[in-house]
């Protein structure tokens, strides 16, 4: 039977609930707010942080932009991770503490560092402050999340069996990845595209330093605002947040099938 | 030629030789164990033929073509694993469906052959539920069905009981077999479970440490066994270390053992006799015919089996002697009661020691 949970537990949870949640509640009041410096709530509402926000003219291409980055990155992510530590688990099992190291370095590595590094390295056309060189430099950057929730899951499934089962049942390679590996890892591929998703698209050091100008994204747009208005930069921020919220939902429901399926593995053990 | 060709077969992983020299012949039809205990080559063996492993040298002939190197997906070989390896992702009918599948043949044809093999394990109330609502029996039976269905030229079981309960261990066995000899598919079984092996196998090969040690049906391994590996390995064995005292006769201890076996060894040769418990007989009084290799003893431990008693006597001499007695119809026997016991010498196998 069920405890019921003791005051201090309630505490304990209810603080960290608020914790996490004031900023954002913040953020959504000052987005709509006249002004808020000198009352406890703000001296009256307005979306005119909103209107201004649209208005400006780099407003649907940073926005698009960031999408774009944050889309393409995930997607090369996918293509890079799922095959490698599916290979690692079946057939390469030595490289795998190699993979496990190599995966905390870009945590380890400062996002200033990463950037200064990659522009001077490729610093010739066609990458020299591509949006490309971008792009591969955020799948470098959120490669720990992907790796971890794919090579995760495959922990939990018995990999290497499946794909001889697989393959004594007449398929090949193509088949046996499709068809029984990745709808059995689904969940993670999901829970890693979506963090680097929400990464990306809020990233802004690799952005600036490695294209600036020439690719803006929406973060530097929101930063450039938090010098002019903080009610903008607010206003630019419930969007993003929404963004990245709205893209969540749509990847979990194109992943609702998979999500299923793997409830009825984790039943299973 | 026979119809699965295996001809010195070698394998080795990282310096360790996992299969040595490995020849064999499967006609048609026929049901083989591979039977030794861990490590002794025959999963390797298995996957071998399945394609999962390449030999090192050595070819195996499948009706003929030379498969060696094909890859898995190609050689039209079913496998069934331990550990069921049903794709939990799909349902039992979607398991059963995917072989076909990947055959590409006719939508019509596909429903036809999932509906005849879920008949044929039994299952086909289970197509729609998934693998882990299944018990583990059921499920091994859905893995049979999804081998069975791509009709393959080889069905290979790799242990598939070993994570089963004893009960469901003999059903499945028995339904193994039957499926087997309905079908008339070659097959190559498994295991390390001696019972397993000889209950339902036309051949047994028995292996260690990568070599063959016999090639025989389940009778020729229990009663003459080539080695005393096998003879230790598949049932018990009484050990009798000897040594031949003449044509007809050796000394172990203080016991002389007699059985004209040990003809083809000269004298005072070292050698071991083995006798099976159940070729020990067992008395409480003194046989009043004379008889040979009759021993006196006390009982030391009594253990029930049901159909028989297992009897742990130590021998006059000291030695400790097995011997499977039948107590129905007789006086009980008890603990530290003096017994005579005896052993027929045709029923002594005698090997070097």
């Known amino acids: ?269 | 030629m026979a119809y699965l060709d295996l001809t010195n077969i070698c394998k080795t992983f990282n310096n360790v030789v996992a299969v040595k020299d490995f020849s064999l012949n499967i006609e048609k039809g026929q049901l083989v164990s591979f039977l030794g205990p861990s490590g002794c080559g025959k999963t390797t063996t298995l996957r071998m033929i399945a394609g999962f492993e390449l030999p090192d040298s050595g070819t195996i002939l499948l009706d003929g073509e030379d498969i060696s190197l094909v890859p898995p997906n190609k050689r039209g070989i079913g496998m069934v694993f331990q550990a069921y390896a049903l794709f939990p992702n799909m349902t039992i009918r979607e398991n059963v469906m995917f072989g076909l599948r990947m055959a590409r043949k006719p939508k019509p044809y596909i429903e036809k052959k999932v509906d005849e093999v879920l008949d044929l394990v039994r299952l086909s109330n289970t197509s729609k539920r998934y693998p882990h609502q299944l018990s583990g029996g059921q499920q091994q039976r859905i893995a049979l069905a999804r081998a069975l269905a791509i009709e393959p030229r080889v069905l290979l079981l790799d242990e598939p009981l070993s994570a089963l309960d004893a009960e469901v261990r003999v059903a499945l066995r028995g339904e193994i077999r039957r499926i087997q000899t309905t079908l008339g598919i070659t097959t190559v079984y498994v295991t390390h479970d001696q019972e397993e092996a000889l209950s339902i196998s036309d051949r047994v090969v028995v292996m260690n440490s990568g070599l063959i040690e016999q090639i025989g049906t389940a009778q020729e391994i229990y009663r003459n066994p080539d080695t005393r590996f096998v003879a230790t390995f598949i049932g018990t064995a009484n050990e009798f270390h000897s040594v031949v005292t003449n044509e007809n006769t050796m000394q172990c201890d203080n016991m002389t053992l007699t059985t004209d076996r040990v003809k083809s060894f000269s004298q005072g040769s070292r050698v071991v006799a083995l006798v099976r418990p159940e070729n020990v007989e067992v008395f409480d009084v003194k046989p009043s015919e004379t008889r040979l290799n009759l021993f006196e003893g006390v009982i030391e431990t009594l253990t029930f089996h049901g159909a028989i008693t297992r009897l742990g006597i130590i021998a006059s001499g000291g030695k400790h002697i097995t011997a499977d007695v039948n107590l129905t119809g007789r006086d009980m026997l008890a603990h530290h009661q003096m017994v005579w016991f005896s052993f027929r010498p045709e029923y002594c196998q005698v090997m070097p020691d």
């Open chain 1, 1 to 269: 039977m069920k405890q019921k949970p003791s005051v201090s537990q309630i505490l304990i949870v209810g603080f960290f609930i608020l914790y996490m949640i004031i900023p954002i509640v913040a953020t959504y009041v000052f987005s709509v707010a006249v002004r808020w410096d000198r009352t406890i709530l703000p001296e009256g509402y307005s979306l005119e942080g909103y209107t201004t926000a649209a208005k400006n003219p780099y407003f649907f291409s940073t926005l698009r932009n960031s999408l774009v980055l944050s889309l393409s990155t995930v997607l090369v992510s996918l293509i890079i991770v799922v095959p490698t530590v599916y290979w690692v688990h079946v057939r390469l099992q030595t490289a795998k503490p190699l993979l496990d190291l190599l995966m905390i370095l870009p945590f380890g590595i400062p996002g200033v560092v990463l950037a200064l590094a990659l522009v001077q390295v490729y610093n010739f056309h066609p990458l020299n402050r591509s949006a490309m060189l971008l792009i591969a430099a955020e799948v470098v950057f959120t490669m720990p999340f992907m790796y971890r929730s794919v090579s995760n899951s495959i922990n939990a499934v018995d990999i290497p069996t499946l794909t001889e089962a697989a393959q004594s049942l007449g398929a090949g390679i193509r088949n046996v990845l499709l068809e029984v590996i990745v709808p059995n890892i689904f969940p993670g591929i999901l829970s890693g595209s979506l963090l680097v998703f929400a990464t990306v698209f809020a990233e802004f050091t690799l952005a600036r330093l490695i294209v600036g100008a020439g690719f803006k994204t929406f973060p530097m747009l929101l930063v450039e605002f938090t010098r002019i208005d903080g009610t903008v930069a607010a206003a630019l921020s419930v969007i993003s947040f929404t963004v990245a919220w709205i893209a969540s939902l749509l990847i979990l429901w194109a992943g609702g099938k998979g999500v299923r399926s793997t409830q009825e593995v984790v039943k299973a053990k």
